[in-house]
Each structure stands twice: as C-alpha cells, then as structure tokens.
C-alpha cells in the first residue's frame, strides 16, 4: 500500500527497471534454529543466517518485494518466481546476477510478459552456454529459438542433432512447463525459448557472457552493458539497509520477532526513500552528478516519524547533505558470533551506528 501511494511509475524505454538479488543477514546466534544455523564454515564461528531475496525498483530506489528464507531452506530460484508471478507490474526488465542462470527462470519471465537481462557462465562451467554453437570470436550478439524436451524419440532425437534448436533435460532438472510423466504414443512437449546470447567486453581482456530477451532493434549490445551495470543499484541498497538502516541490530533471538524486524527495516528504507525522492535537489554545475546522503536523510526521517523536526525543516536538512555519485563499491564483511540488542540500549546503539558511519 505504501509503495503504491508513492508509485512515481519511473520508466525506461517503456519498461519498469528491475534488479533481483539476495543476501545474508547474519542474525543473533540461536543454536536451537537449526533452519538458519551455520557451524561448517572455514575461519568462521558458528552463527545463524536469514536470507533476503529482494525485488528492487532501480529508478525510483525502493524494494518492491521481498522474501525472507532461513539458511537451509533457501532457495532463490523459488523465490524470485512468486514475486514475479505476484507482482502487479505488466511490462517489467529483470536484470539479475549468475545465481539466477537457469531454463526454468527464464521460462517463467518470458511467459509473464517480462524482459530479462541474465549475467551467465562462460561455455565450459555447465551454464547455459555449454551445448550451444557460439561464434568464435571475443564479442558477439547470438539470437537462439531453443525447444526444451524432456523425451529422446524420433521426433526429438534428429532435432537434438543442432543444439542451437533443441535441448533435452532430464526429469531431476526443474522445468516447470513440462510434464515429468508420459505415456507411450503421448504427444511430444516442446517448450521453446526466444532469447540473444550476448558477450560483451568490459575492460582489456576481460569478458562477460548475458542471455536477454530483449529485441535486438531497440537494444544493442552497449546498452545491455550499460543497463547490466545498473543493477548495482541494489548491492549498494543492500549496505544502506543493513548500517544505515540498521537492519543488523536485531532485538531478539525468536525467528518470528527477527523477521518482523527486517520487514520493518524494509519499510523504513523505503520510507526514507520516497521522502528523498520528494526532495528536489537544486541544479548545479558541478564536476560529480549529486545524491542525497541516504545515512543522514534515514536519522532525518526517523526523527520526522518521532514529531522531532517539521517536515518543511526535514526537506531543508535532506536537500542540505548530498554526496558525489560512487558506483560499484563493494566490502567484504565476514560474520561472527552475534547477540541480540536489548530493547533498552536500542537509543544508544543508533547513535553509535550513526556516528560510526
């Protein structure tokens, strides 16, 4: 509902620009949730593990969706499929990392209606790549109509001779549009995929291999770089949630009370978001393009939602601290043993996060 009454509809080309991901939320450590308890990891102390996977807005910022799994029952494949087919979105482009490679994926994007940007396995790590005649050069732009099946007949068996047209897999790998079961004298199932196999050069010597269903046309392959590099919008959404925000300062052991927490960081973040959003920036010229400094426009909202600052002082304090745009930054960060925060110390702990940052 809230998404909805700030929905700004921010498009490109026509399409909602889309970024799927997941990441680990390292929780207070509760041996007794063995769903989410991690003790096998090398150099690292036993703790407990959520995972988010998350449907990000990238022009307008904000999480559309998400699911919360625990560590042994994740599953993104599962979840990135329910918040397609729950979204409310017609006409979106789905931009998502290697973790996301599969038929079945792409299967249930195209039969949605959506678009697909897909970072993929180069041929020779058991991707999608593999089995398919490729150009032999360093870039190329490759359109597949590629028929899945899952039967060796004579009808299958001469066309599985040009792997460029039809490919067999077996009932063990998920394809959720063909039957597992069969009769002998069934009709044969064929489930055909429309899509470009681009490889596109990103630096000297350095390459990177994307499945996309997007017509060839509209989009060249510079833009679907150009457009694949946007989807670190939601890595850098993931560090503000989680030291902004403060989604890691978790009050309670009990699996219940630490998914109402996320959810509720979830909603802030958006919330501090749209109000951003809200915020008109005045135009300068300057050397760096300028955003709103989210970790000082969060203390902000918060202290609007608590009646400790108007909101015509909110907007002046939020328009005041901006930052210079810094794409794809990154931070390695390796979990340990964690408690949970007591409700009465809460105060405390974000004014030391805040400060710290």
């Known amino acids: 509902m809230i998404n909805k009454e700030f929905d700004q509809d921010l498009r490109y080309h026509g399409y909602r620009l889309m970024a799927v991901d997941g990441s680990q939320i390292h929780v207070p450590t509760n041996p007794n949730d063995q769903d989410s308890f991690v003790n096998w990891r090398e150099s690292e102390r036993p703790h407990n ?94 359109p597949v109509d590629l028929s899945i099946n899952r039967r060796k007949n004579k009808e299958t068996i001469e066309r599985l001779k040009n792997s460029n047209q ?84 978790f009050h309670s052991r009990k699996s219940d009370s630490v998914m109402q927490e996320i959810y509720a960081s979830l909603i802030m973040h958006n919330m501090t978001q749209f109000i951003s959003n809200c915020v008109q920036l005045h135009a300068k010229e300057n050397k760096y393009d300028y955003t709103i400094r989210f970790s000082v426009a969060a203390t902000i909202v918060k202290n609007l939602f608590l009646g400790d600052i108007s909101p015509p002082n909110a907007e002046i304090l939020i328009r005041r601290n901006v930052s210079p745009v810094r794409p794809n930054r990154s931070y390695s960060r390796k979990p340990r043993a964690k408690a949970q925060i007591q409700f009465t110390y809460r105060i405390a702990y974000s004014a030391a996060n805040y400060i710290g940052r």
């Not at 919360?68 to 029952?73: D, L």
């Not at 041929?123 to 398919?132: F, K, N, Q, T, V």
């Open 49 to 142: 593990e959520f995972h988010l996977n998350a449907m990000y807005d990238i022009l307008q910022k904000n999480y559309t969706d998400a699911i919360v799994q625990k560590y042994r029952t994740q599953n993104e494949d599962k979840a990135l499929i329910e918040m397609i087919e729950r979204s409310p979105v017609p006409d979106a482009l789905v931009i998502c990392d290697r973790g996301y490679e599969s038929y079945n994926n792409m299967a249930h994007l195209q039969t949605s209606g959506w678009k697909y940007i897909i970072r993929v396995k180069e041929p020779g790590s058991r991707g999608i790549a593999d089995g398919l005649q490729l150009p032999e050069c360093e870039e190329f732009d490759f």
């Open 166 to 249: 039809c490919r067999y897999i077996p009932n063990k790998v998920k394809f959720d549009y063909l039957s597992k079961e069969y009769k002998r004298g069934d009709p044969t199932e064929l489930f055909t995929l429309n899509f470009r196999i681009v490889r596109i050069g990103i630096s000297e010597g350095s390459y990177e291999m994307m499945v996309t269903n997007l017509p060839k046309e509209d989009f060249q392959k510079e833009e679907l770089k150009e457009l694949y590099s946007m989807r670190w919008e939601i890595e850098t959404s993931f560090l503000n949630l989680k030291y902004i925000v403060g989604m890691l300062g």
